[in-house]
């Protein structure tokens, strides 16, 4: 039989890679909480048009990449290529922006997009999203830069660079916009195929194209910089001012955009020379008009995204590797003594600790060097002498000191062995 393998672009994260995404989970976890963020759970697929209008047409992301498919029932499904779309269509739909009030939510989990395979680019890749809702004060953009800024410090990543650009408002953007297709259009013949078309759909994103002889060309573009309105330089300059209060290092680079209308004001990136081609570990900006635009009440909101296949890539050439041993690996053999050892497995899980069983009746040496490759504190051995007796034997394996003691007595004297085990570590 032929084994069916897994589609292009998908992973499986093995047993042996968990405990590193538990560990940058957790991490994320406990720091959102401590900054007063609530977890929210969308679904994985949503209606094609929140997407259309919540992402844009005239992004690679909808006009390329999506996963798009008829159900059953005749309607046009997506799988979420990002977060933000379905959790701000859940937000609306939920009422849970109440005037005034400030909204605070983070989601961790899947997002699929048809792009081409490679290094940190997958087609099903995953996703730490955290978004604020409801306040336009550029504090507000500060607390989430921090969050983000704070999050990959904490896991080690100290040499990490930002990006920082001001989008201004619609309004500002209509003028640098009509600047752009006045400086690109005598240069069009020279343009990529895409950045030719989006001279008339979404010029912003001239800006971010990747073929070189566009980029060439884009580098002499008028600098939105010089567009913004006082409102919009008074926005960045604060959160400017904020970020280097708070001692986080940014550049400027106002080649950075994020072309929809929908898009205001502040937008960053976090990246990393160790990642190759794709460096952006984290995207993120302020979305003043989306809310409204996907039908729910005139709320600003900024909000970003952390990649966790790359995350993870940079964690691992740190040699990051969180293991979480066993505490007790339980050797028996016969009959009897195999099943005092499956009682005496239980009840220490019952009392809190982490507990493998040998299951493979094999010889006491083979079943001791898998205690030792177990990374467990302590191996508890039962043979048919203990099961006579009603004892049990204990193996430090950090030292190799053995005692003897009676299975009920051990079982009284949880708290102290728990006590030995942190000890042995
Ligand atoms: P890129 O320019 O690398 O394609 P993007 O602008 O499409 O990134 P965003 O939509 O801003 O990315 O998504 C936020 C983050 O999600 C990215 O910075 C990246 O870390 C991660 N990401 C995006 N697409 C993929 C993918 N196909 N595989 C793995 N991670 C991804
Ligand atoms: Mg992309």
Redesign the pocket.
Known sequence: MTMIQALRGTRDILPDETPLWQWVESTARNLLFRAAYREIRPPLFEQTSLFERGIGEAT??VGKEMYTFEDRGGRSVTLRP?ITAGLVRAVNENKLTAQGSVLRLWHVGP?F?Y?RPQA????Q?H?LDVELLGSNDPRADAEVIAIATNLLQTLGLTSLTMDLNSVGNGKDRQRYRDALVAFFTPHKADLDADSQTRLDKNPLRILDSKDEKTQAIAKEAPSLLDYLSDDSQRHFDKVQQYLTDLGIGYQVNPRLVRGLDYYTHTAF?IQSADLGA?A?????GRYDGLIAQLGGPETPAIGW???L???TLLLKQLATNPTTPMDVYVVSRGEAAEGDALKMAQALRKAGLAVEMDLSGSAFGKQFKRADRSGAALCLILGDSEAAQKTVQLKWLNTGEQTELGQDALLDSIDELRQNIQAAR
């Open positions: 690679d992301v990002e997002a997009r792009e940190g680019r997958q087609r890749f996703q990136e794709q952006t570990v984290c995207g993120g995204a952390i990649g296949e790359r995350l």
